[in-house]
């Protein structure tokens, strides 16, 4: 078996796990590492693929939170159309390594902030939301990226663990789905694609299961940071892979920052569990 073709197999398998786990995290692992050696065009489309049946199942899971947050994310829906269309422009004819640098610049800090408890409800929702679905629709077309921007968002606005779980399924199926659609309807799907699936498919249906046991026996506030901290280490290695792709930082040096980050993130996970051994403050994250 091709070295590239287990490294594959156990990226995915990785991946599966923390999203049968939390909802979201099957790109954020599988994209960094695995354009180490595939392309976006041809990594891209098999990702859409796979993530319309994964966030499928997520939705069907959590369908009884469904009535309770399916108003509050339409206006995220609603906007991801164009943004989708437009994301698959960009694909077509354009390296989007710049603009997952600028995204995950924008996201890193407002990760960290999160991780260190601080939230501050968005009142307007549903004008919020229209322009954050057009940012998520045009970095998921370009990336299949889109679990900690929306991690972020609804953390942020205090969802518990299962309307969490329902509310990111539902747009992100709506998201993989109009991105099938538009990568079809541009051409995206090729055999190259296409060849992928038999070496991820069984990864996801061993892991996700696998995830989705782990994640129950999990309290909700230790689920909110276990979310952050996934997303923070995600982000800052897609920061570090980036500023050494760009050549914006040639050597390993470029892995600084993810270093960084996890030492601040290992400072705050510490915190966390020793108010919440202590007992004597509630910690939200």
Known sequence: MPGHTIALIGI???AAIVNGALGYGFSSITVPLALLFLSNRVLNPALVLIEVALNAWVLWVNRAALPEVWRRVVPVVIGLAPGVILGTLIVAQVSPSWLKLATYGVLLPLILVQAAGYRRPIRSERRAGMAFGGGVGVLYAVTTISGPPLAVALNNQGFSKQEFRAAL???RLVESGLTAIAYAAAGLFTRGSLSLLPQILPSVALGVPIGAVVIRHVRPETFRRVCMS?????VSFGVSALLRELRLVESAAAFTVMAAVIVIDAWLLYR????KSAGSVTYVA
């Open 272 to 275: 966390f569990f020793s108010v």
């Open 230 to 234: 996934f997303d923070a280490w995600v």
């Open 12 to 14: 995915t398998l990785g």
């Open 169 to 171: 399924g539902f747009v």
